[in-house]
């Protein structure tokens, strides 16, 4: 629960919206959470000195601090533990705090009380602004605050034993930011994680550790803050210690890989990157206790990972070790550069594994785990059980697995080597701080538009439309016939994007078919590799293509998007770019495009295409 008490509708209005928010992933995943109320409150708070020697004091209606700009409002286009989300934007030292009751109620209990919180907040309010001539700092409502914190901690069962700490929010900042969890007991840390959040949603699970002890409640305070100078908003939809349902907990153990898609958290279809544990795995033996000289590589570990490498299945580690001896290890045994972010250190390996999705840009339940430690693949269940987990013993029978059969395309076998670009790429733009557009330009990106035409590129766009799931317009998955028979179809513009920047060539990243049969072209599909995600180049392709359908005589582009769970990063896109939905079917928003106020390029990205054939006869069609 939130403390929505003080939130002022009226600066939030002028705040943007979503084009769509998207259901919570945990809605059927928590069988309960803690009574909470997040408070605003200062990181730098020395109540009430701080009101009259502080520069950054911004009264309140009821005479304290308003460290959040407009409060928390409920934000009716989301739903997460209530049926809304908690809309805020932080100012500079502004923070989310919350006491912990150790009292736990069912989800369907927490929106019943939720309720008639609002229904009495209300009453209390209406009075509070009815005498406010005579209460001008709202004491009245004030009262009914404290009286609401006191009533919260003896509502409910105490139960130490929760699953996880769930965050999901939505952020609206357009660069990535850090948000810094902690736990502290009478103001002393007990625990601190730092979390990266990126425009769009976020979604983060973590072991907080509680109290043992049911008397200690009142003493710990859980609080979630910008690591920012400047201010950012956000929605939160779920900060909450949850209990999650028997049934998922069961489905996530080690062994029942293959039933998961009984739980809403269930791996994809495809695995794209495997995550290695190194001792007695990776190799024989313990290198902190036998010592680099003494481990022998597996011979069945190296095969399998040189038969990933080829099928572009990417490849990382995750493993408790000193950082530099393990990596000085696989670099004598020749294999240190198969594996892409590699997280060698003595955190959680759950916690791992999303800081390197992160890194990746793909989802978590496209990762597999491969671990001879039974606590070790617990952990990764009970936290991601959307991840695939294998024991070291497995390695052979890894090969015969539907999730690793993945077509093998020249870019596939050139994947981790992009990857190896990428993060020099992210080496340098560490020297342009927070100024990302600008980095961007200095990497010189363009984008190449053609005719998909040479075997390798049209099984490079199959592969794209098999692949993708963040940045894929339909959803829509062909077979190899109904692919050639869409090449083939003289009312369709089919385009293949290859991108290059100063630092190397990506190779084909992106395929789009437009409709020029019908009155205004129509674009039917439109997939980007994540590798160039967040680079602008979707931005820059629908720039070209308005441009050129707008020298074709067309007044619109349409554009047919399906929401998934997975879009989201292409539903952004439109977002940004002044498309406007003008009907919808189900899940599908039909979006148009004024070419006549259309923006052009923004410099980040050039385009050419002088390869693609903007003469054929098909380009009249939309012009008619």
Known sequence: MFEFDWGSKEIWSNEP???????????????????????????????????????????????????????????????????????LRFRRWAKLEATLTGRFLSVKSIRVLDNIDQLLTSIVGGIANLISTISPQRRLKSMWI???????????????????????????????????????KQSVPVYRQSLRLQFGYN??????????????????????????????????????????????????????????????????????????????????????????????????????????????????????????????????????????????????????????????????DTFALIDDSEFERS??????????????????????????????????????????????????QETFGTDYLEFLRSCQLKLRTLAPESESERARCLELIQRSNQLNLSSRRYTVEEFADLLANPRMLN??????????????VGFASIDLGEQEPAVRDFVLSCRVAQKRVEHAFYAWLGGRM????????????????RNTPLVKVFEEMPFRQIGADGAAALLAL?????????????????ALDMTAQNMTAGSR
């Open 17 to 87: 919206a979503v084009l769509q928010a998207r259901e919570s992933s945990l809605e059927k995943a928590v069988r309960s959470a803690m009574l909470l109320e997040w408070e605003e409150h200062c990181v730098e708070c020395a109540v009430p000195h701080c009101y009259a020697s502080c520069s950054l004091y911004a009264a309140r209606r009821d005479g304290k601090c308003a460290r959040l700009v407009y409060g928390i409002v409920r934000n009716r286009s989301f739903r997460g533990l209530l049926r809304c989300g908690a809309d």
């Open 146 to 184: 404290r009286c609401r914190e006191k009533a919260i901690q003896r509502v409910g069962r105490r139960n130490a034993a929760c699953d996880q700490f769930a965050i999901e929010c939505y952020s609206f900042e357009r660069e990535p930011w850090r948000m810094i969890v902690e736990l502290r």
């Open 203 to 364: 979604s983060f699970s973590m072991r907080i550790p509680l109290p043992a002890h049911a008397e200690n409640w009142s003493d710990y305070k859980v609080m979630a803050y910008p690591d920012e100078n400047r201010e950012i908003r956000a929605v939160f939809t779920w900060l909450d210690f949850v209990v999650l349902s028997p049934k998922l907990v069961s489905a996530s153990s080690p062994g029942a890989r293959g039933d998961a898609e009984a739980t809403p958290a269930a791996p994809a279809a495809k695995a794209k990157c495997v995550a290695w544990d190194l001792d007695n795995t990776i190799w024989e033996g313990t290198l902190i206790e036998d010592g680099p000289g003494k481990i022998k590589l597996r011979s069945e570990a190296v095969d399998l990972i040189r038969w990933l490498d080829e099928r572009g299945i990417m490849q990382t580690i995750v493993s408790k070790n000193d950082h530099e001896q393990a990596m000085e290890a696989l670099k004598q045994f020749g294999i240190d550069e198969y594996f892409l972010y590699p997280a060698i250190n003595w955190g959680s390996k759950s916690a791992n594994l999303r800081q390197i999705a992160n890194r990746l840009n793909i989802n978590l």
């Open 379 to 428: 952990e990764v269940a009970a936290a991601l059980p959307m991840v695939r987990l294998y024991r070291e013993t497995a390695l052979e029978e890894l090969k015969r697995l539907a999730e690793f059969d993945v077509p093998i395309t020249a870019a596939s076998a050139l994947r981790r080597s992009s990857y190896l670009t990428e993060m020099k790429r992210e080496r340098a």
């Open 495 to 508: 385009v293949a994007m290859q991108c290059e920047d100063r630092f190397g060539d990506y190779g084909i």
């Open 550 to 565: 707008k020298e074709r005589g067309a007044r619109r582009l349409l554009v047919r998007l399906v929401r998934t769970d």
């Open 594 to 610: 004024d070419l006549d106020s259309a923006p052009g390029a923004d410099g980040v990205v050039t385009v050419d295409d002088s």
